[in-house]
């Protein structure tokens, strides 16, 4: 749902102007920057929680089983 929010408020910034001016003649950022900028925050959060991003992966360790097997198609090839 957050990717999808995200995506949603990217594509609308792409066809709008993300700079809007008050009636006092202010800049101000676009409603939907914020909204872009906080589903953004929540798709790293989880893709951090799942391993999906560099930093998430260097804490992940994986066991693998050793076999005592020795593979055939190896053998034949030595």
């Known amino acids: 749902l957050a990717y ?3 995506r949603e408020a990217v594509d609308r910034l792409q066809v709008t102007e993300t700079i809007l001016e008050s009636e006092k ?11 872009e900028k906080s589903h ?11 391993g999906l991003t560099p930093s998430a ?3 992940l360790s994986i066991e693998t089983e050793k076999k005592d097997e ?3 198609l ?3 090839f030595q």
């Open 40 to 50: 953004w925050e929540r798709v790293l959060k989880f893709c951090g929680q799942f």
């Open 57 to 59: 992966r260097s804490g």
């Open 70 to 72: 020795t593979d055939p």
């Open 74 to 76: 190896e053998d034949a």
């Open 25 to 35: 003649g202010q800049p101000y950022p676009h409603p939907l920057v914020w909204i």
């Open 4 to 6: 999808n929010q995200w």
